[in-house]
């Protein structure tokens, strides 16, 4: 079952904007994670936030949580055609069973 | 150091056969974690392992198994194969740190039946 649904589904900006994309989730976490996937290859972890933590940055990366409303959202700053890739979030309970949502392919074009 | 590799990359089946993938995992990594994604259904978790203890099961049938070995490297095995069976299948290790388990994906193996 997934415990996450993201929005967009999809989403397609110029290369240089800003690609912002949703993750709201149903029961209580212990931490967040952002992971990538570039067509039907493996995923690729990004970022992780914890519960007690609001922000986080990782270069053009920032990753917002509230706990309150169980979302969180991905920003993407500057985006680049390589960040061309579906972005997916992960919801960990502690019981080391990360749950992935739905996905947002995000198209970069050049 | 080696990434986490899983055989085969790609495999064609038939339905009603049976289907082991490997997983072999970084090393140092206990924990392996295996997902089904389709287009349709996205990602689903399978199960996870560790030390070669099935820890977490998902929501799949009986036909899906797996097993862990002593150096980690895991195994999933499909039996009697439907053609819903067909989908890419992802191994993940991690050490399984409590409050930040942070996964490290293989290529996959993607499964065709026919």
């Known amino acids: 079952s997934q415990q996450g649904e993201e929005d967009p589904q999809a989403l397609s900006i110029q290369e240089g904007e800003n690609a912002t994309m949703n993750c709201s989730y149903k029961?209580?976490?212990?931490?967040l994670q952002w992971y990538r996937q570039n067509s039907g290859r493996g995923l690729v972890h990004l970022i992780l936030?914890?519960?007690?933590?609001r922000e986080k940055h990782s270069g053009r990366l920032r990753v917002t949580l509230d706990t309150s409303k169980k979302s969180s959202s991905l920003l993407i700053t500057a985006s680049r055609a390589a960040d061309t890739a579906s972005y997916f979030c992960?919801?960990?309970?502690?019981?080391?069973?990360?749950?992935f949502g739905s996905g947002t392919r995000l198209l970069v074009r050049p | 150091k080696a990434g986490v590799t899983q055989t085969p990359r790609y495999l064609i089946k038939t339905r009603g056969q049976q289907v082991t993938l490997s997983c072999s995992p970084i090393?140092?990594?206990?924990?392996v974690s295996w997902y089904q994604q389709t287009p349709g259904q996205g990602l689903q978790f399978l199960f996870e392992?560790?030390?070669?203890?099935?820890?977490n099961k998902g929501n799949f049938p009986g036909r899906f198994s797996g097993r862990q070995f002593s150096n980690s490297r895991s195994e999933m095995n499909v039996s009697t194969l439907e053609l819903g069976d067909s989908a890419l299948y992802l191994c993940?290790?991690?050490?399984?740190?409590?409050?930040?388990?942070?996964?490290?994906f293989g290529a996959g193996s993607r499964l065709t039946v026919l």
């Open positions: 993940a290790s991690s050490v399984a740190r409590a409050g930040a388990n942070v996964l490290t």
């Open positions: 029961t209580s976490i212990n931490n």
């Open positions: 936030i914890r519960s007690n933590e």
């Open positions: 992960a919801t960990d309970d502690s019981s080391y069973k990360l749950i």
């Open positions: 090393s140092g990594h206990r924990s």
């Open positions: 392992y560790f030390s070669e203890t099935q820890r």
